[in-house]
Nanobody
């Protein structure tokens, strides 16, 4: 199995930027598609972005398109989420998740498609 650890969260003012990292260990990271999700208090866990095992295919939720970018460095076993133009509605705990796949283009977008999860990192955007 694979273990995931998120980092990079924090408090930022509206309009600011953060870069989240998801570091993986345990198995060959390049065999896993990875996604970012977020969960605000009292709400469901929502899809943010996902990336295929090779990094050649990505998907972003409409709410973050043009502001957030997912990327990965398989040599460093790390997936990143670059977040720009943050607003208070982006406040949530951000989780990364991994799914083993043999497909080079598969990029799951739902919670149920992922089997491995990190512990989450808090992002708070002040107005």
């Amino acid at each position: 199995q694979v273990q995931l650890v998120e980092s990079g969260g924090g408090l930022v003012q509206a309009g600011g930027s953060l870069r989240l990292s998801c570091a993986a260990s345990g198995r060959t990271f390049s065999n896993y598609a990875v996604g970012w999700f977020r969960q605000a208090p009292g709400k469901e866990r929502d899809f943010v972005a996902s990336i295929s095992r090779s990094g050649g295919n990505t998907s972003h939720a409409d709410a973050v398109k043009g502001r957030f970018t997912i990327s990965r460095d398989n040599a460093k076993n790390t997936v990143y989420l670059e977040m720009n133009s943050l607003n208070p509605e982006d406040t949530a705990v951000y989780y990364c998740a991994a799914r083993y796949t043999i497909s080079p283009t598969y990029q799951p977008t739902t919670v149920s498609q992922y089997g491995y999860w990190g512990q989450g990192t808090q992002v708070t955007v002040s107005s």
